[in-house]
Protein backbone atom coordinates (compact mmCIF):
# COMPACT_ATOMS: atom_id res chain seq x y z
CA UNK A 1 0.00 0.00 0.00
CA UNK A 2 1.28 3.51 -1.13
CA UNK A 3 1.32 6.15 1.53
CA UNK A 4 2.69 9.39 1.91
CA UNK A 5 2.88 11.28 5.12
CA UNK A 6 3.74 14.99 6.09
CA UNK A 7 5.45 16.19 9.27
CA UNK A 8 6.86 19.55 10.28
CA UNK A 9 6.01 22.46 13.02
CA UNK A 10 2.18 23.52 13.16
CA UNK A 11 3.19 27.17 13.86
CA UNK A 12 5.98 28.95 12.45
CA UNK A 13 6.30 32.97 13.13
CA UNK A 14 6.82 35.19 10.45
CA UNK A 15 10.12 35.56 8.29
CA UNK A 16 11.35 32.00 9.88
CA UNK A 17 12.06 29.18 7.78
CA UNK A 18 9.81 26.08 7.48
CA UNK A 19 11.00 22.92 6.84
CA UNK A 20 8.78 19.95 6.02
CA UNK A 21 9.44 16.49 5.58
CA UNK A 22 7.23 13.98 3.36
CA UNK A 23 7.91 10.12 4.46
CA UNK A 24 6.92 7.51 1.81
CA UNK A 25 6.10 3.82 2.04
CA UNK A 26 4.81 1.50 -0.42
CA UNK A 27 7.28 3.11 -3.24
CA UNK A 28 10.80 3.80 -3.60
CA UNK A 29 11.91 7.42 -4.17
CA UNK A 30 14.52 6.05 -7.01
CA UNK A 31 11.10 4.51 -8.87
CA UNK A 32 11.24 5.81 -12.70
CA UNK A 33 9.19 8.07 -14.04
CA UNK A 34 8.14 8.74 -9.74
CA UNK A 35 8.21 11.71 -8.15
CA UNK A 36 7.41 13.70 -5.24
CA UNK A 37 5.38 17.08 -5.30
CA UNK A 38 4.51 19.65 -2.56
CA UNK A 39 0.94 21.40 -2.77
CA UNK A 40 -0.60 23.86 -0.57
CA UNK A 41 -4.14 25.46 -0.25
CA UNK A 42 -5.09 28.28 2.28
CA UNK A 43 -8.11 28.04 4.25
CA UNK A 44 -11.13 28.11 2.17
CA UNK A 45 -9.07 28.87 -1.18
CA UNK A 46 -7.73 26.53 -4.31
CA UNK A 47 -4.90 24.06 -4.65
CA UNK A 48 -1.34 25.97 -5.15
CA UNK A 49 1.28 23.64 -6.57
CA UNK A 50 4.65 24.57 -5.01
CA UNK A 51 7.82 21.84 -5.94
CA UNK A 52 8.48 18.69 -7.11
CA UNK A 53 11.51 16.38 -7.66
CA UNK A 54 11.62 12.96 -9.53
CA UNK A 55 13.84 10.21 -9.04
CA UNK A 56 16.78 11.24 -11.18
CA UNK A 57 16.57 14.79 -9.36
CA UNK A 58 15.59 16.90 -11.81
CA UNK A 59 13.44 19.71 -9.30
CA UNK A 60 11.07 22.03 -10.21
CA UNK A 61 9.75 24.89 -8.34
CA UNK A 62 6.58 27.29 -9.35
CA UNK A 63 7.68 30.39 -10.99
CA UNK A 64 5.96 32.72 -8.16
CA UNK A 65 8.20 31.22 -4.80
CA UNK A 66 11.29 29.70 -6.47
CA UNK A 67 13.39 32.50 -4.73
CA UNK A 68 12.05 31.18 -1.30
CA UNK A 69 12.20 27.39 -1.70
CA UNK A 70 14.43 24.26 -2.07
CA UNK A 71 13.19 20.33 -3.00
CA UNK A 72 15.58 17.49 -1.86
CA UNK A 73 15.10 13.73 -1.04
CA UNK A 74 16.70 11.41 1.00
CA UNK A 75 16.32 7.80 -0.82
CA UNK A 76 17.79 5.68 1.96
CA UNK A 77 15.03 7.12 4.56
CA UNK A 78 12.10 7.41 1.88
CA UNK A 79 11.82 11.43 2.39
CA UNK A 80 11.30 14.30 0.79
CA UNK A 81 12.21 17.58 2.20
CA UNK A 82 10.48 21.22 0.99
CA UNK A 83 12.05 24.31 2.97
CA UNK A 84 10.45 27.87 2.33
CA UNK A 85 12.54 30.92 3.51
CA UNK A 86 10.71 34.02 5.27
CA UNK A 87 7.74 32.96 5.72
CA UNK A 88 4.70 35.69 6.02
CA UNK A 89 0.75 34.95 7.53
CA UNK A 90 -0.52 34.81 3.60
CA UNK A 91 1.66 31.32 3.87
CA UNK A 92 -0.62 29.31 6.47
CA UNK A 93 -2.08 26.93 4.59
CA UNK A 94 -2.79 22.72 4.70
CA UNK A 95 0.39 21.66 2.90
CA UNK A 96 0.31 18.24 0.95
CA UNK A 97 2.87 16.16 -0.64
CA UNK A 98 1.31 13.73 -3.09
CA UNK A 99 3.17 11.22 -5.87
CA UNK A 100 3.60 11.74 -8.98
CA UNK A 101 2.86 9.30 -11.82
CA UNK A 102 4.87 11.34 -13.60
CA UNK A 103 2.14 14.36 -14.64
CA UNK A 104 -0.81 13.85 -12.08
CA UNK A 105 -0.66 13.47 -8.41
CA UNK A 106 -2.17 9.87 -7.46
CA UNK A 107 -1.92 9.32 -3.98
CA UNK A 108 -1.97 12.06 -2.02
CA UNK A 109 -0.63 12.58 1.88
CA UNK A 110 -3.15 13.32 4.77
CA UNK A 111 -1.86 17.17 4.64
CA UNK A 112 -0.23 19.07 7.65
CA UNK A 113 -1.55 22.88 8.63
CA UNK A 114 0.76 25.32 9.31
CA UNK A 115 -0.39 28.81 10.74
CA UNK A 116 2.54 31.65 10.49
CA UNK A 117 1.52 34.14 13.33
CA UNK A 118 3.76 35.95 16.11
CA UNK B 1 1.64 30.98 -13.57
CA UNK B 2 -1.85 32.14 -13.65
CA UNK B 3 -4.51 29.66 -12.16
CA UNK B 4 -6.63 28.04 -14.60
CA UNK B 5 -10.33 28.99 -14.29
CA UNK B 6 -13.31 26.97 -13.32
CA UNK B 7 -16.76 27.60 -12.51
CA UNK B 8 -17.32 28.59 -8.90
CA UNK B 9 -20.11 26.34 -8.86
CA UNK B 10 -22.59 23.94 -10.81
CA UNK B 11 -25.38 21.73 -9.55
CA UNK B 12 -27.08 18.94 -10.99
CA UNK B 13 -29.82 16.85 -9.71
CA UNK B 14 -29.49 12.97 -8.99
CA UNK B 15 -29.37 11.18 -12.65
CA UNK B 16 -28.49 14.06 -14.03
CA UNK B 17 -25.03 15.01 -16.01
CA UNK B 18 -23.02 17.91 -15.14
CA UNK B 19 -19.70 19.51 -16.96
CA UNK B 20 -16.79 21.88 -15.41
CA UNK B 21 -14.78 23.23 -17.62
CA UNK B 22 -11.11 24.39 -17.13
CA UNK B 23 -9.99 27.03 -19.33
CA UNK B 24 -5.98 27.90 -19.58
CA UNK B 25 -3.59 28.77 -22.69
CA UNK B 26 -1.39 27.31 -25.40
CA UNK B 27 1.30 27.10 -22.38
CA UNK B 28 -0.42 24.51 -20.37
CA UNK B 29 -3.99 22.84 -21.12
CA UNK B 30 -3.61 23.63 -24.75
CA UNK B 31 -0.03 22.52 -25.20
CA UNK B 32 -0.19 18.84 -23.24
CA UNK B 33 -1.81 16.30 -22.82
CA UNK B 34 -1.27 16.20 -19.07
CA UNK B 35 -4.57 17.92 -17.80
CA UNK B 36 -5.98 15.73 -14.75
CA UNK B 37 -8.65 16.32 -12.19
CA UNK B 38 -9.31 15.98 -8.67
CA UNK B 39 -12.12 15.63 -6.43
CA UNK B 40 -11.64 16.93 -2.68
CA UNK B 41 -14.43 16.40 0.42
CA UNK B 42 -14.54 18.88 3.15
CA UNK B 43 -11.67 18.16 5.26
CA UNK B 44 -9.78 15.32 3.19
CA UNK B 45 -7.13 15.20 0.43
CA UNK B 46 -7.75 15.87 -2.78
CA UNK B 47 -8.26 12.54 -4.71
CA UNK B 48 -7.31 11.58 -8.40
CA UNK B 49 -10.18 11.35 -10.56
CA UNK B 50 -9.05 11.47 -14.48
CA UNK B 51 -5.45 12.21 -15.80
CA UNK B 52 -3.26 12.75 -18.91
CA UNK B 53 -7.30 14.36 -20.15
CA UNK B 54 -9.45 11.11 -20.29
CA UNK B 55 -7.72 8.50 -17.98
CA UNK B 56 -9.79 7.39 -15.00
CA UNK B 57 -7.16 5.23 -12.17
CA UNK B 58 -8.41 2.20 -11.25
CA UNK B 59 -11.39 2.23 -8.67
CA UNK B 60 -12.84 5.12 -10.23
CA UNK B 61 -16.35 4.74 -11.54
CA UNK B 62 -16.91 5.26 -15.22
CA UNK B 63 -19.68 7.64 -14.57
CA UNK B 64 -16.06 10.37 -14.05
CA UNK B 65 -15.06 11.16 -17.60
CA UNK B 66 -12.81 13.65 -19.20
CA UNK B 67 -12.22 15.75 -22.78
CA UNK B 68 -10.44 18.44 -23.76
CA UNK B 69 -11.10 21.30 -26.87
CA UNK B 70 -8.31 23.93 -27.86
CA UNK B 71 -7.23 25.19 -24.23
CA UNK B 72 -10.22 24.52 -22.88
CA UNK B 73 -10.94 20.86 -20.40
CA UNK B 74 -13.63 19.59 -19.29
CA UNK B 75 -14.95 16.73 -16.48
CA UNK B 76 -18.05 15.60 -17.39
CA UNK B 77 -19.82 13.24 -14.27
CA UNK B 78 -22.93 11.02 -15.52
CA UNK B 79 -25.27 9.56 -13.47
CA UNK B 80 -24.93 12.08 -10.91
CA UNK B 81 -24.97 10.98 -7.25
CA UNK B 82 -25.21 11.87 -3.86
CA UNK B 83 -21.22 11.30 -3.15
CA UNK B 84 -20.04 13.11 -5.54
CA UNK B 85 -21.27 16.70 -4.26
CA UNK B 86 -17.63 17.96 -3.42
CA UNK B 87 -14.84 20.71 -5.02
CA UNK B 88 -13.20 19.43 -8.12
CA UNK B 89 -9.95 21.14 -9.50
CA UNK B 90 -8.06 20.39 -12.62
CA UNK B 91 -4.56 19.88 -13.33
CA UNK B 92 -2.24 20.75 -15.90
CA UNK B 93 1.80 20.94 -16.68
CA UNK B 94 2.90 24.21 -18.42
CA UNK B 95 5.51 25.09 -20.56
CA UNK B 96 7.68 26.43 -17.79
CA UNK B 97 8.04 22.61 -16.64
CA UNK B 98 5.93 23.56 -13.41
CA UNK B 99 2.52 22.58 -12.84
CA UNK B 100 -0.55 24.56 -11.96
CA UNK B 101 -3.97 24.39 -10.87
CA UNK B 102 -7.44 25.46 -11.81
CA UNK B 103 -9.78 28.00 -9.34
CA UNK B 104 -11.84 24.84 -7.85
CA UNK B 105 -15.62 24.06 -8.42
CA UNK B 106 -18.24 23.17 -5.96
CA UNK B 107 -20.35 20.28 -7.29
CA UNK B 108 -23.39 20.63 -5.30
CA UNK B 109 -26.01 17.67 -5.82
CA UNK B 110 -29.51 18.98 -5.77
Known amino acids: QVTLKESGPVLVKPTETLTLTCTVS??????????VSWIRQPPGKALEWLAHIFSNDEKSYSTSLKSRLTISKDTSKSQVVLTMTNMDPVDTATYYC??????????WGQGTMVTVSS | QSALTQPASVSGSPGQSITISCTGTSSDVGGYNYVSWYQQHPGKAPKLMIY???NRPSGVPDRFSGSKSGNTASLTISGLQAEDEADYYCSSYTSSSTYVFGTGTKVTVL
Open chain 1, 98 to 107: ARMIPDAFDI
Open chain 1, 26 to 35: GFSLSNARMG
Open chain 2, 52 to 54: EVS
